[in-house]
């Protein structure tokens, strides 16, 4: 596994740099200027079309680079790197490139994990293999956009709630809540994280025989909504200290994605179009079909389990089709998902044709993906 993410860093940082200092994705340059402008002491980002936790990160590690620079001779003082991002931004643009190259690369030992936890070591290897070489998640791991690292931070959000799951600690519950809040601080897709804790104290529940209804909004449940409150509230603390500009904005993009869509961006009944351009080009036809009939082999054992992994790729496809405004780096959260469901299906596959014990079975499963 480790290997296999060196692998897929080492396909991520490959031509990082193209193009710069021209960008071919306006939201490449808005991103930039948003994070290096918060460097002059105001932390308000006076954007609220997305959160901000992106651009904070952004921010650190633009500022990492500033300090290094100070103490190597590149900048006499920090004025100097305002007037580098006029002349040549290049550097900057590469650093926030990093940033999401770096985030795409962790949620790949991310699948293998949660892989590991629901279906065993083979699955999760797999489908972490089929994630680094996804297209289109390769893709947008060398942009400057926010589809990536809220990929990144859904993934964790959802290996935290299914230990959640299995175990029922109070931690658990704790640590999924405050990484769910996070994803939604980097994009308000994040938000449909919030189905996870209540499901997890509801499922885990029914799968060890109890009651589950009183569990629904009880105490696991409330702790799991506070501390993602918790999340978003400090990867975005201005939706609270600058209210009315949030609420505005908020409200207008959610306009957009209900109504009139944006201008190149208009679509309804959008879930074909996921299908093929956001799966189908993004991982491969072959592999889409795997996770379908992955998905139908899961439905048809409803165990609490099955059903647990696969609500939350469900209804984000489900929403998503929804909205009015698409793009294929919208279905992006949900690639690590269709991969191992993917990795489930070809498992059980050559399981059936080789046998549980034969030694070629794991070749077998190689050569497929």
Same mark, same amino acid.
């Given at each position: 596994v480790f290997l296999l993410t060196l692998a897929a860093f080492a396909i991520r940082l490959w031509h990082l740099g193209y193009g710069l200092p021209h960008v071919f994705y306006l939201d490449e340059?808005?991103?930039?200027?948003?994070?290096?402008d918060m460097g002059g002491g105001d932390l308000?980002?006076?954007?609220?079309?997305?959160?901000?936790?992106?651009?904070?990160?952004?921010?650190?590690?633009?500022?990492?680079y500033i300090i290094g620079g100070m103490f190597t001779g590149v900048f006499a003082k920090l004025g100097d790197a305002w007037v580098l991002y006029k002349s040549d931004p290049t550097v900057f643009y =590469? %650093?926030?490139?990093? +940033?999401?190259?770096?985030? @795409? !690369?962790?949620?790949?030992?991310?699948?293998?994990?949660?892989?590991k936890k629901v279906f065993g070591k083979s699955t999760g290897f797999l489908a972490a293999g089929f994630l680094s070489f996804a297209f289109l998640h390769v893709q947008y791991s060398r942009l400057v956009m926010l589809d990536v690292p809220l990929t990144f931070f859904i993934t964790l959000a959802f290996l935290l709630a299914y230990r959640a799951f299995q175990d029922g600690g109070l931690r658990w519950y704790v640590f999924a809540g405050l990484a769910g809040g996070l994803s939604a601080a980097v994009k308000y897709q994040g938000f449909e994280i919030l189905m996870l804790g209540p499901l997890a104290a509801f499922l885990g529940t029914a799968e060890k025989g109890g009651n589950p209804w009183p569990e629904l909004l009880g105490r696991r449940s409330r702790?799991? =909504? %506070?501390?993602?409150? +918790?999340?978003?509230?400090? @990867? !975005?603390?201005y939706w609270i200290l600058d209210f009315q500009s949030y609420a505005a904005e908020f409200l207008r993009q959610w306009s957009c994605h209900t109504g009139s869509g944006q201008l190149g961006y208009e679509g309804h009944w959008n879930w074909g179009y996921y299908l093929r351009h956001g799966l189908g080009d993004g991982v491969g036809i072959p592999m889409l079909?795997?996770?379908?009939?992955?998905?139908?082999?899961?439905?048809?054992?409803?165990?609490?389990?099955?059903?647990?992994?696969?609500?939350?790729?469900?209804?984000?496809?489900?929403?998503?089709?929804?909205?009015?405004?698409?793009t294929a780096r919208y279905i992006?959260?949900?690639?690590?998902?269709?991969?191992?469901?993917?990795?489930?299906?070809?498992?059980?596959?050559?399981?059936?044709?080789?046998?549980?014990e034969n030694k070629w079975r794991n070749v077998v499963l190689l050569v497929l993906g």
């Amino acid at each position: 596994v480790f290997l296999l993410t060196l692998a897929a860093f080492a396909i991520r940082l490959w031509h990082l740099g193209y193009g710069l200092p021209h960008v071919f994705y306006l939201d490449e340059g808005h991103f930039t200027f948003i994070a290096l402008d918060m460097g002059g002491g105001d932390l308000n980002p006076h954007f609220f079309a997305h959160p901000a936790l992106f651009f904070y990160l952004c921010l650190v590690v633009d500022a990492a680079y500033i300090i290094g620079g100070m103490f190597t001779g590149v900048f006499a003082k920090l004025g100097d790197a305002w007037v580098l991002y006029k002349s040549d931004p290049t550097v900057f643009y =590469f %650093l926030h490139r990093l +940033v999401c190259a770096t985030m @795409g !690369t962790l949620t790949v030992p991310l699948t293998y994990l949660i892989g590991k936890k629901v279906f065993g070591k083979s699955t999760g290897f797999l489908a972490a293999g089929f994630l680094s070489f996804a297209f289109l998640h390769v893709q947008y791991s060398r942009l400057v956009m926010l589809d990536v690292p809220l990929t990144f931070f859904i993934t964790l959000a959802f290996l935290l709630a299914y230990r959640a799951f299995q175990d029922g600690g109070l931690r658990w519950y704790v640590f999924a809540g405050l990484a769910g809040g996070l994803s939604a601080a980097v994009k308000y897709q994040g938000f449909e994280i919030l189905m996870l804790g209540p499901l997890a104290a509801f499922l885990g529940t029914a799968e060890k025989g109890g009651n589950p209804w009183p569990e629904l909004l009880g105490r696991r449940s409330r702790l799991f =909504f %506070l501390f993602f409150a +918790v999340g978003f509230f400090l @990867g !975005t603390p201005y939706w609270i200290l600058d209210f009315q500009s949030y609420a505005a904005e908020f409200l207008r993009q959610w306009s957009c994605h209900t109504g009139s869509g944006q201008l190149g961006y208009e679509g309804h009944w959008n879930w074909g179009y996921y299908l093929r351009h956001g799966l189908g080009d993004g991982v491969g036809i072959p592999m889409l079909a795997a996770a379908l009939l992955g998905t139908i082999l899961l439905l048809s054992r409803p165990r609490p389990r099955n059903l647990y992994f696969l609500s939350f790729p469900l209804v984000y496809f489900l929403i998503a089709g929804f909205s009015n405004i698409r793009t294929a780096r919208y279905i992006l959260p949900i690639l690590p998902f269709v991969c191992l469901v993917a990795a489930t299906f070809l498992g059980w596959f050559v399981k059936r044709i080789f046998g549980k014990e034969n030694k070629w079975r794991n070749v077998v499963l190689l050569v497929l993906g």
